[in-house]
């Protein structure tokens, strides 16, 4: 498939979901305009034979579809509704796929904004991780109306490996992404917690991983990130103040609906004195070094040590 | 084999894991002597051509190797060293594989207290449910001495599908059971909270559990306890307050090696909170009974209303 057969794509933000994810979209012959404050993330989708842009509006310009793979709901707002933004130059029926992590009651508000200016939104949050996103192969969990899904078809066949859909209005993509946030990490900082638990108490740490990994305690994220502790490589795949930020949101979200969360909490304590402590942007897996803080916890040196 | 073939094995404990396993060591062609307090389940071990005892004591006069498959270490207490206990009438040399899960202090000293009255002690909790405990198929997590080990193949192979070997001397068995029920446990009360989340968010719990259990938030506890919330059967396949129990040994082991353990903490205090509101007997799954009674969380209804 020639680019030249589709309607051009954009995409806002060009960190490694984004990036990948515009790469997937071009493998799948589709006209990629990429936007991100990064000069060097332009570059690299010029490289690859995409296009791109000096701003969201000049994203919007180009292409009625915009997709944000943006950190958080304060950049959502920058990029849509900012000083060169998308909304300020979209014309009516266009669609935005947002797919950043956000609060349901966010993406339900934006979903009646967008409309206000006859724009669509599907409500899209991806996951799987950098690897899965440079393959094409995200889960997205998605609501919004049939005729936003349609529009976004070629788009969501490039990029996703599964896609769920939620319902017909924006809000349940983004409730769902939430509650697998909540999983994820609550069970990053129960692997942490229990890792040293295990060291402290004098076990070889690669027998527990083993021994584990194979038992009912076992969990994607024990599996996926205790290997990172046991080669003492903290390069962040994804980063402790991500999980900060979607703790945030899961407990704020519990607050909105008075809803107590007591183990997202504790979970989300974790984050933050890793956070504090400075490795905020270290790999998820570092808030195993709070015990190294406090109690002298000795973890496995890094590999090249 | 012959049961004749072999010398008889005794097994203190006939629940749902201890009954399995003096089942399968029938099935594997083992002589056994079970006792437990209820006369039902003597007589089901009777039944299927068991041999039952009326004290521990009885049971260690026939067995040079005792299992003990109770529920706590007060009951490990009241069977070895209570009154018609194992340790009053076992000779030297004989060898108790002591399954229970128990502190990992306990465990080390228990060793040391049987070396003194020379009886060898395999400590060997298990894991995997009454349906694996049945087939043979336990995992086992074991330490002890090279010669305790041999002492045991036979009864180990005929109980276990997976045995691991983690060292030669009791605590190290208990501890990698005690990092398992860690996560087990607060993977449960993870997964509950996050049920109750989606539910109070408007999700339909079916999708939900759906989506959550093919991402990265899923665990194996997720997976096999979420589907009872779904059916609203909280028949106990394992009960509430067994968590209570283990959990609580989680965070006393902490305490005991100053280690703090927020997460495993917040954790055991929704199964605390769970069983002060009556559901103690329930299946641990029911802990998500808490956000019923506080926040009046509609769940889904048991399949027959």
Redesign the interface.
């Known amino acids: 498939m020639s680019s030249e057969s589709t309607a051009p794509v954009g995409i806002i933000g060009l960190g490694s979901m984004g990036m990948g994810a515009a790469l997937a979209l071009k493998d799948a012959g589709l006209d990629v305009v990429g936007f991100d404050i990064s000069v060097e993330a332009r570059q690299r989708l010029l490289d690859y034979g995409g296009r791109e842009a000096k701003s969201p509006a000049e994203v919007a310009r180009q292409c009625s579809i915009v997709m944000t793979v943006v950190v958080n709901s304060r950049q959502v707002e920058t990029v849509l509704f900012g000083p060169n933004g998308v909304v300020e130059v979209m014309p009516q029926g266009g669609l935005v796929i947002q797919c950043a992590t956000v609060a349901?009651s966010y993406a339900r508000a934006l979903g009646e904004r967008l409309a206000s200016a006859g724009i669509g939104l599907l409500d899209a949050p991806i996951?799987?991780?950098a690897a899965k996103a440079r393959q094409g192969q995200l889960?997205v969990?998605a609501s919004g109306k049939e005729s936003c899904f349609q529009q976004a078809a070629a788009v969501l066949d490039a990029m996703a490996g599964?896609i769920?859909r939620?319902g017909d209005a924006p809000g349940?993509g983004s409730?769902?992404k939430?509650?697998?946030?909540?999983?994820?990490g609550?069970?990053i900082?129960?692997?942490a917690?229990?890792?040293?638990?295990?060291i402290?108490?004098?076990?070889d740490p690669e027998?527990?991983y083993e021994?584990?990994s194979?038992?009912?305690?076992?969990?994607?994220?024990?599996e996926?990130r205790v290997p990172h502790i046991l080669k003492g490589d903290y390069t962040p795949y994804s980063a402790v103040d991500i999980f900060v930020k979607d703790l945030g949101i899961?407990t704020s979200?519990?607050c909105e609906?008075?809803?107590?969360?007591?183990?997202?909490?504790?979970?989300l304590?974790?984050f933050m004195a890793a956070s504090a402590a400075g490795h905020g942007r270290e790999d998820d897996s570092a808030v195993i070094k709070v015990?190294q803080h406090?109690?002298g916890?000795k973890l496995p040196p890094a590999e090249s040590e």
């Open positions: 349901p996951s799987g991780g889960s969990m599964k769920y939620l349940a409730s769902v939430l509650v697998n946030q909540h999983l994820a609550i069970h900082a129960a692997a917690e229990a890792m040293a638990l295990g402290r108490m004098g076990l027998v527990l021994v584990i194979n038992s009912a305690g076992n969990s994607w994220m024990f996926n899961v979200t519990g609906l008075t809803l107590p969360l007591p183990v997202a909490s504790s979970a304590q974790q015990y406090l109690a916890l």
